[in-house]
């Protein structure tokens, strides 16, 4: 299903900006922080939660008649003192992903500081392939803080999102999910999909909002978050920008953050805005299209690059040709 590029825009804000802030509800100012603190502090969280709680791996096995398929945790007491911790769940999938607090609004703290990121895999998508950071995928979330109470969610039917629209570990979770078959219409003016992908990802605020409180007027500073996360489509190579070049193919410095590759920054600072080259149709500004400055074949599939000058820099990426 090819989406479309503003529906997405619009989509995203469900995750970006989940609620407007309440210009009546003005909560407690809370203090700076350092990235540095806050990680360690996130981190110790989630993996608390992690070993003191488990989910219904049993239902996923052998799905009872009826069942939903959605991820119920539990802590891992009484009755259920036996039950497998998610941080020894097999399905689990940690990933290691630096953050500059620039990229956080902080720039003056120059902090560099590795994040964990946590998935849970508990049922993989039938279809071969996983998304990258730059695609459009088709999915429902539910997203709550350790405590399990709610602060935003999808409505029951799939929605689109860009992976690079959306709040980072959000994003490089989704690269851990195969999704399914479909859409499947129901005739009723609802469409499903099958055999998709399962998890839940849990997030430090660092990979979050961390003290951006503007972000969502429902999602305290400094919260670790988790994701559930049905998955299921995405687009194979997302052009967002529609400038002939796969998205995941203008991550320029391979950081696995699409949002800070902009190579006609300094021009577009003096005019106030930014625009990544993942959403720009002219990444260097010189007047001329980047999908004019690179190799397509007949049917307007992306080739390579070209280096008209041979000075090592890209046509679609150098302004002084």
Do not use: W
Not at 119 to 142: C, F, H, M, S, W
């Amino acid at each position: 299903m090819k989406l479309k590029n503003a529906y997405l825009l619009i989509a995203g804000l469900l995750i970006i900006s989940s609620c407007n802030n309440d210009d009546d509800a003005i909560g407690e100012v809370v203090p700076p922080r350092l990235l540095s603190e806050v990680t360690v502090e996130d981190d110790a969280e989630i993996i608390e939660f992690l070993k003191t709680h488990f989910y219904n791996k049993e239902e996923f096995d052998t799905p009872p008649e009826g069942f939903d398929f959605k991820i119920k945790f539990d802590t891992i007491a009484g009755v259920n003192s036996t039950q497998q911790s998610l941080f020894d769940s097999p399905n689990l999938i940690t990933q290691t992903i630096s953050v500059n607090s620039e990229s956080l609004g902080r720039a003056d703290d120059n902090e560099t500081i590795d994040q964990k990121l946590y998935t849970l895999v508990v049922r993989q998508g039938v279809v071969a392939g996983k998304p990258t950071i730059g695609d459009n995928v088709i999915l429902r979330y539910e997203g709550s803080f350790l405590d399990g109470s709610l602060f935003d969610a999808s409505s029951n039917q799939p929605i689109p999102l860009n992976l690079s629209g959306v709040v980072r570990g959000f994003g490089n979770g989704m690269k851990n999910f195969q999704t399914g078959n479909g859409p499947i219409e129901n005739g009723d003016g609802t469409i499903s999909y099958e055999g998709y992908g399962i998890g839940a990802i849990f997030m430090p605020s660092g990979l979050g909002y961390f003290d951006s409180s503007s972000a969502s007027g429902s999602i305290p500073t400094y919260s670790p978050l988790i994701f559930k996360i049905d998955a299921f489509s995405y687009e194979v190579d997302t052009d967002f920008d529609e400038d002939g070049i796969p998205s995941i193919l203008e991550d320029l410095n391979n950081d696995g953050n699409l949002n800070n590759d902009n190579t006609n920054e300094e021009a577009e600072a003096a005019a106030r805005v930014y625009i990544a080259n993942y959403t720009d149709p002219d990444d260097d500004g010189d007047g001329i299209l980047t999908i004019d400055e690179i190799e397509l074949d007949a049917d307007g599939n992306f080739v390579g690059f070209l280096d008209t000058d041979g000075d090592g820099t890209p046509d679609h990426l150098d302004n002084d040709l």
